[in-house]
């Protein structure tokens, strides 16, 4: 209990007063409970985006920490987010990842069959036994789509996620302008950290003029981030995009003409996407699969039909390596109890509003109203093609 009192105190911090949490934090079995229920289960989590599940009977299943999930298209045209596990003895239903096929879902075990809402619709070889079939059917979570992204809410009680984003609506116009209608979804990959860890670092750029110096520094140099705006709820930081010296990201000048500036976008509990110049609105997800794995994953939406790819995608892959690498070592550190965590610095403003995310969500702390950078809003609005 000492540890929550802890993380109380640490998460509630404001800018220039904030410390990193206690190490505890992320490796602690208690904590991951609470976080289950109360952040996983209680709020909206991304899943996928809608484009990928355009047909029929296309899905997606997940797992959303412990919960298994599987998003279906019904012959109706509806999304629904269905429980994935079979109501005869558990086993999974739909293939974890993306599959295709009908809109029922059949238990590759003993065949029991459910229709696309979840009713259960036969079993085979009942025998003497009278199945209650309506006591049977496949609990439905709450699904919503927010500019082409899909979330689910495990226990239904999340406030509508739409009212929550509104603030963002005009950074997504600027270069999305509602109007996203392809995607793309890579294989998720697992790292050994804790999911925190994993999120804070998609979410901060204070990092990539160390870990990233032969990536991502080329391209969005540290010295070009500015904190946009944010609370608890959603953040924005706001980098230069800037033309990379010829060399081995010579190609980017070409193939994406990466000028202007992107906005860096962290929804907690487990999303972070980057809007590029171009209207390119990439992300990663970061879920838990314990205390000390993370499931992640990578992907995007656009307006247009150039999906990030080859060279691109090559670039996604090198730069996620370094930050896998690096999150995996910061999780090592955690078992330390001789210290502690030090101050954060300006640029990890972006992980303090997430902190006060976490003592939203586990202690009903209240977090600090939404902060907006008058100066960099002015630049921003400066560099905005006429
Ligand atoms: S576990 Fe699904 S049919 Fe038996
Ligand atoms: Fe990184």
Redesign the pocket.
């Known amino acids: 209990m000492d540890l929550l009192i802890e993380l109380k105190e640490k998460a509630t911090g404001s800018a220039g007063e904030a410390r990193a949490l206690p190490y505890a934090a992320y490796i602690d079995d208690d904590l991951y409970e609470l976080e289950r229920k109360q952040i996983f289960h209680g709020d909206w989590v991304f899943a996928c985006n809608e484009f990928s599940l355009k047909a029929p009977g296309d899905k997606f299943a997940f797992n959303i920490a412990g919960e298994p999930v599987v998003i279906l298209r019904g012959k109706d045209g509806e999304l629904r987010a269905l429980s994935n596990a079979?109501?005869?003895?558990?086993?999974l239903?739909a293939d974890e990842g993306f599959s295709s096929g009908t809109s029922n879902l059949v238990?590759?075990?003993?065949?029991?069959n459910y229709t696309e809402d979840g009713a259960l619709r036969g079993?085979p070889y009942p025998g003497n036994v009278e199945i209650n079939k309506k006591a049977h059917c496949l609990p439905r979570f709450a699904l919503t789509v927010w500019n082409g992204l899909v979330f689910v809410n495990i226990d239904g009680k999340a406030e509508p996620l739409e009212e929550r984003l509104a603030g963002l609506a005009p950074y997504i116009e600027y270069n999305i302008n509602g109007e996203v209608n392809t995607g793309t979804e890579d294989k998720p990959e697992y790292w050994d950290t804790n999911w925190k860890l994993a999120m804070e670092n998609a979410m901060e750029s204070y990092h990539l003029f160390k870990v990233h110096k032969p990536t991502l520094e080329v391209v969005s140099p540290t010295r070009g981030v500015t904190y946009l705006e944010g609370s608890a709820h959603w953040s924005i930081t706001a980098g230069e995009a800037v033309n990379p010296l010829p060399g081995w990201l010579g190609w980017l000048n070409r193939d994406l003409q990466e000028e202007g500036y992107y906005l860096l976008i962290s929804l907690p509990p487990s999303f972070v996407g980057v809007i590029t110049p171009q209207g390119l609105f990439g992300y990663v997800v970061t879920l838990p699969d314990g205390v000390g794995r993370c499931y992640v994953r990578g992907g995007s939406v656009s307006r247009n039909l150039r999906a990030p790819r080859g060279l691109f995608k090559k670039f996604i892959d090198k730069f996620l390596e370094e930050d896998k690498l690096i999150s995996e070592r910061a999780y090592k550190g955690m078992t330390a109890r001789a210290t502690a965590g030090g101050q954060l610095v300006e640029l990890e403003r972006i992980v303090v509003d997430f902190h006060q995310y976490l003592a939203m969500r586990l202690f009903d702390a209240k977090p600090d109203e939404n902060y907006k950078c008058q100066e960099a809003a002015k630049r921003l609005k400066a560099a905005e093609p006429a």
């Open positions: 079979c109501r005869h003895r558990g086993t239903l238990c590759p075990y003993h065949s029991w079993v």
